[in-house]
């Protein structure tokens, strides 16, 4: 099966999570799986960091940290992903070696060529709907995808992306679709039974 889910965390991790997480990667059709936690004090971001590495080592799943690049080695993450203002490309490639770095780019052509020439991993384009877990992101253009497609890089696209509208965005040059809301906060379906929805 086709790996083609970039999955992120919900905003708050309960003790559910962990067998949750293990069911829906289970499906196989999982490449990434982002720890995206807010404000919370390291050492409860190292421990819940560890038992998500367990789930995506045994599924064969690259763990990404949001934010935290510094302790991308202590938590034996595959890499980082960062925002605009979470600190200078450069740096943080530096920083990682040999590690996945990931940028969001928003809907800018211009933060994307500045991402290439860091020589980044994969680009975030987004947000392209109206986002539960961002509801005040930035939007961007479809006509992005189109734009950008001769850079040597994976897209990531992202931004309430459901069952019903990725297939256009895969079409139009995007190769991984970031979800987090319809699977861990979808009031019809379990986590497992949702992420089944994209193949």
Not at 73 to 92: F, P, R, T, W, Y
């Amino acid at each position: 099966m086709k790996k083609l889910v970039y999955l992120i965390s919900p905003n708050e991790i309960n003790k559910n999570f962990y067998k949750d997480l293990d069911r829906v990667l289970a499906y196989g059709n999982v490449k990434f799986f982002q720890l995206r936690l807010k404000k919370i004090k390291t050492r409860r971001l190292l421990f819940i960091a560890k038992k998500i590495r367990k789930i995506t080592l045994k599924h064969k799943v690259k763990f990404i940290i949001n934010d935290y690049y510094n302790l991308v080695s202590k938590m034996k993450a595959d890499g980082c992903h960062i925002g605009q203002l979470d600190g200078s490309i450069k740096i943080v490639k530096k920083k990682l070696k040999k590690k996945i770095l990931g940028v969001t780019c928003h809907g800018s052509i211009t933060l994307a060529r500045e991402a290439v020439r860091c020589n980044v991993n994969y680009l975030a384009f987004g947000s392209f709907f109206k986002s539960k877990l961002k509801p005040k992101a930035k939007k961007a253009n479809v006509r992005i995808l189109k734009q950008i497609r001769r850079v040597e890089k994976p897209i990531v696209v992202i931004g309430g992306i459901n069952n019903l509208n990725y297939k256009k965005l895969i079409k139009l040059g995007a190769k991984y679709i970031a979800i987090s809301s319809f699977i861990w906060d979808n009031p019809k379906l379990k986590p497992e039974i949702a992420i089944r929805k994209f193949k």
